[in-house]
């Protein structure tokens, strides 16, 4: 417990600072927490949580369904955007796994949650890692910091596990707790909208088409107690002060046939995304895609990418992502003159390249790996969307290879642009 961790902490009950008594802090109200196993908890009152609280246990955390798929968490951390300059509070850490990959970056890092279990999980994982966690136990209503000391507050998959009110409470606290340039970054899923879908056609199809079971995991639904769409969220952020920035996504229904047929109607989302911010002039330079800020000129596919991948690329691998027919990126594009690309090509094939409304290249793959150059004609510096058509794709299952089902392009290793 250092002293520069408690000189943050405010007392939840009365606003007071807290003053630390060996492995305790105290405040003159009587408030208390107890550090015990590198965990701040509440240690003389009894604390009012949710009635769902006990449900956060140990089981819910370590179930199959719990969503630790790395295109959730790399792009949350990416749009946390930690660094050893940023202070980081995870609202609702759960077992930790944001908090960590964000300390492993250098930022100092709180973590709050209601849950017990949580907090544990999140001590062993930290512990694990050898990055330090701080966290407390909260009481579901005061966030015990002091006021604009965080450039950072994440909110993932936290805002569907609670009812409006109760919302408005931590979205109220985020925005006294954020500093006047920080950001409150918030992601849900599913969403209001795609549930009225699945429900639609479940009931057209007599049931035989079910999304809903593909979204949520049926033991746990019960917490999970209520679903937004952007216009919901935005209500809430603005009514207390933020300027949001809200975007949809499909990853988890994104093979669906249904789905990939109305997608283009640009409403339909499994999933939002959010940055919201305290500051008018700095939400009005982000622009609609507030996450390309930082787009590189140079991806190493398959590390840390996943901010900047569009559509058509699966899973990371081990430093690159197999491709669809068609795949999109962004990727920023300085006062160059080429775009090099490092790919495998497992049998012949042919291709286009390009960059925003420009075709840049056609080219043909010969069998494996390969680098290939292109020069860049009137194109203006800035972040762009690149595009990779390919004539073909293959089945490795239908074709006798593996069991993989997927239609797969080339294996995309990086792209640069100079």
Known sequence: MSRDTTELVSCPECNGKMLKEGDKLICHCGYQFKFNQNIFLIENKDVDKSKFANLYNENYYKCPQYDYTSYRLE?????????????????????????????????????????RDALRLSSERSAKDNVVIHLFEFDGEKIPFMNCIFDTIILSDVVEHVEDHVLNNLIEECYRLLKPEGRLLIHTAPTKNILFLARALKIISAGNIDLHSKLITPEYEHLHIRYHDAGSLASILKRNGFYPIIWGEIEYLKDNKYVRSIRRLGFIYDQLWCL????????????????????PSELKVGINDSLYMNYGLYDAENGFRWTSQMASMFIRVPRGNKI???????????????LGRHQIARFELEEGQQSMSFPLNRIEPGVHELRLKLDKTFNPKKEGISEDKRDLGVMLFGVRAD
């Open 75 to 115: 792009k949350i951390v990416a749009l946390a955007r930690p660094n050893k300059d940023k202070r980081i509070l995870d609202l609702g850490c759960g077992p930790g796994e944001i908090a960590v990959r964000c300390a492993r970056q250098g930022a100092e890092v709180f973590g709050i949650d209601l849950s």
């Open 276 to 295: 919201a911010f305290k500051n008018l002039a700095l939400w009005e330079s982000v622009g609609s895609r507030p996450y390309l800020l930082d787009a």
């Open 340 to 354: 090099s690309l490092e790919l495998f090509a497992p049998r012949r094939n042919k291709g286009k390249l390009y």
